[in-house]
């Protein structure tokens, strides 16, 4: 990395960077327009606290991150030109890509005709085939993930999640969940390790589906629902799509990755080769700081899960509609054990802190204080087991009645320890090296 040579106050980096105005900021990253003083050619400088980086275990992700996106130059994938650091901040000196995310331009259409889908399915193929060419896996591709240029063209940006071939395990299949939940391919949610390439194109086949739909093929507002569609390929395409649009999805969207279609396929079908009659309109060519792409390393679904080892995950998918419904969040964590095991677990520790035990059939219990505490009672728990796929279940524990610090108490000194070693921790890294991905 090259030293700073000036002060971000003098708002000059290195000699070489005349920073401007904030584009935007977030928890990690704040993102600045820049000027390269010797081109005059217009950049965006990603600034990101040391401190903030460290603090949060994102140090490998951020390393692998600067790694990968030096790999895969591509006119399609956002161009990372320069890191520098000084002893508080890294400093990321990219593209300015002002045409927004591609998921702007879907929610302001409502859904895109199948030529302009093409085209940007095209470019995502073309930068993709690239990256597995390089042996990177992205994991997180999604229309938000996806920019437009000046010129109306696809990048792909966001490598924060990505892997490469030296994570493989002995197995030659990467184990660490990530990724946004509903673009997410079935294999990575069962747990069995999966083929980073295969997983990528179940992700472009949802990518594919939103353009030409303007929604998601797999939705739920139960998040353990949506996981059984997925694992099931049980989508649905619009009377609108095209006989071949049809066709290719389905082959996409494919539950089971040995059948589902390779790049090489996928380059072959009619729908794919048909050349686009026109280009879609280029977005503005003046800068609105509302659509200039501002991305940091985002915290999401998955990777919050790695960090807190599984629990908590309730938060993630369901807080703001269950607030909506002034509903009370409980707890929720992910395991391997079938429901049994978890039921008798969850029953040992409910003895041991004296509450009384009540089975509702296989997957089902409910455990309830003897005494009276609190304002409200005598604490009520209900706990619920969802199988996911056959090896990955969802455990789900709220309170149903009773005070409110009692239960707080129960779930953090006994429930939390004691179900420890039984809960998924998808933290375990696809290498030694990997702390959060």
């Known amino acids: 990395m090259a030293v700073v040579a000036a002060t971000e106050e003098k708002k000059v980096l290195h000699g070489k960077y005349e920073l401007g105005r904030l584009l935007g900021h977030g928890t990690f990253a704040k993102v600045y327009h820049a000027r390269n003083i010797e081109t005059g050619k217009s950049v965006a400088v990603k600034v990101v606290g040391k401190e903030k980086v460290i603090k949060v275990g994102m140090t490998e992700q951020v390393k692998r991150e600067i790694s990968v996106m030096k790999m895969v130059s591509h006119p399609n994938i956002v161009e990372l030109h320069e890191v520098m650091a000084s002893k508080t901040k890294i400093y990321f000196v990219m593209d300015l890509v002002r045409g927004g995310e591609l998921f702007s331009k879907i929610a302001r259409a409502g859904r895109l005709k199948e030529d302009a889908a093409r085209r940007y399915f095209q470019q995502l193929i073309s930068a993709v085939d690239l990256c597995h060419s390089r042996g990177v896996y992205h994991r997180d591709l999604k229309p938000e993930n996806l920019l437009l240029d000046d010129d109306g063209n696809l990048k792909v940006a966001d490598f924060g999640l990505s892997a490469l ?20 391919a079935p294999e990575v949610i069962g747990k069995r390790g999966y ?3 295969k997983a990528d194109i179940w992700s472009c086949g949802v990518v594919l589906f939103v353009l030409l739909a303007g929604f998601l093929p797999f939705q739920d ?11 099931r390929g049980d989508f649905k395409c619009p009377p609108w799509f095209s006989s071949d649009a049809r066709r290719l999805i389905t ?35 003046t800068i609105n700081e509302e659509e200039v792409w501002v991305k940091e390393e985002s915290m999401n679904a998955f990777h919050i899960i790695s960090l807190s080892e599984g629990f908590d995950l309730s938060p993630l ?72 796929t056959a090896s990955v279940s969802v455990v789900e524990v709220r309170r149903d009645g009773g005070d409110a610090v009692e239960y707080d108490r129960f779930c953090n000194q006994e429930l939390r320890p004691a179900l420890k070693d039984i809960v998924w921790a998808s933290a375990a890294a696809d290498s030694q090296t990997t702390t959060a991905a």
């Open 165 to 184: 071939t030296e994570h493989l395990r002995p197995d030659g299949l990467l184990h660490t969940t990530c990724g946004t939940p509903a673009y997410v």
């Open 195 to 197: 083929d980073g390439a």
């Open 221 to 231: 507002d139960n998040i353990v629902n949506m996981y059984k569609k997925i694992h």
């Open 251 to 285: 082959r996409l969207l494919d539950p089971n990755p040995n059948t589902r279609i390779t790049i090489a396929k996928l380059a072959e079908s009619p729908w794919f080769k048909k050349s686009s009659l026109s280009p879609p309109p280029p977005p503005p060519t």
């Open 317 to 388: 998918f369901e807080e703001e509609s269950r607030r909506k419904r002034g509903e009370e969040m409980g707890l929720r964590f992910a395991t391997g054990r079938p429901a049994s095991s978890v039921i008798s677990r969850l029953e040992e520790v409910a003895k041991a802190a004296r509450l009384s035990v009540r089975r509702s059939g296989e997957s089902r219990v409910r455990i309830e204080g003897e005494k009276v505490v609190g304002r409200r009672g005598r604490i009520s728990i209900a706990a619920e087991v969802f199988a996911v």
